[in-house]
């Protein structure tokens, strides 16, 4: 899993041209129970979206579960909003990669409230 973790860094890191190179142009992408994002293109939108909602993320890696193509993580997102006020939120994301190792689906569950509310709102 040292890709996935590497991916990580990529996303606390505001890698937005790596995060979307792990990932395939058919991707899915399903925060919560707000409509998915179909394609790289509504992800990169969403991405976008996601790092202007807050100053920063870590994310703490606690378990992962599954295979290298298909997995689940279990994680504490350690954000930083806008406000200053530090968050740490558990999440659980379930993950599938094709034969090649890009990401073709991504389903998040996270409760963060107002940190996520633009994100989950817009991209669809």
């Given at each position: 899993?040292?890709?996935?973790?590497?991916?990580?860094?990529?996303?606390?890191?505001?890698?937005?041209?790596?995060?979307?190179?792990?990932?395939?142009?058919?991707?899915?992408?399903?925060?919560n129970d707000s409509l998915p994002a179909f394609s790289k293109a509504a992800i990169a939108r969403g991405l976008e979206l996601y790092y202007d909602?807050?100053?920063?993320?870590?994310?703490?890696?606690?378990?992962?579960?599954?295979?290298?193509?298909?997995?689940?993580?279990?994680?504490?997102?350690?954000?930083?909003?806008?406000?200053?006020?530090?968050?740490?939120?558990?999440?659980?994301?379930?993950?599938?990669?094709?034969?090649?190792?890009?990401?073709?689906?991504?389903?998040?569950?996270?409760?963060?409230?107002?940190?996520?509310?633009?994100?989950?709102?817009?991209?669809?």
């Amino acid at each position: 899993f040292d890709w996935y973790v590497s991916f990580l860094g990529d996303v606390d890191g505001r890698a937005a041209a790596a995060v979307l190179a792990a990932i395939h142009d058919d991707c899915v992408v399903q925060v919560n129970d707000s409509l998915p994002a179909f394609s790289k293109a509504a992800i990169a939108r969403g991405l976008e979206l996601y790092y202007d909602a807050f100053e920063k993320v870590e994310h703490e890696v606690l378990n992962i579960y599954g295979s290298d193509q298909n997995f689940a993580a279990e994680l504490l997102c350690h954000y930083t909003p806008l406000n200053g006020e530090r968050a740490t939120i558990p999440a659980a994301v379930i993950y599938d990669r094709d034969a090649s190792g890009l990401l073709i689906s991504i389903r998040l569950y996270i409760s963060a409230g107002s940190i996520f509310e633009a994100f989950t709102s817009t991209a669809r």
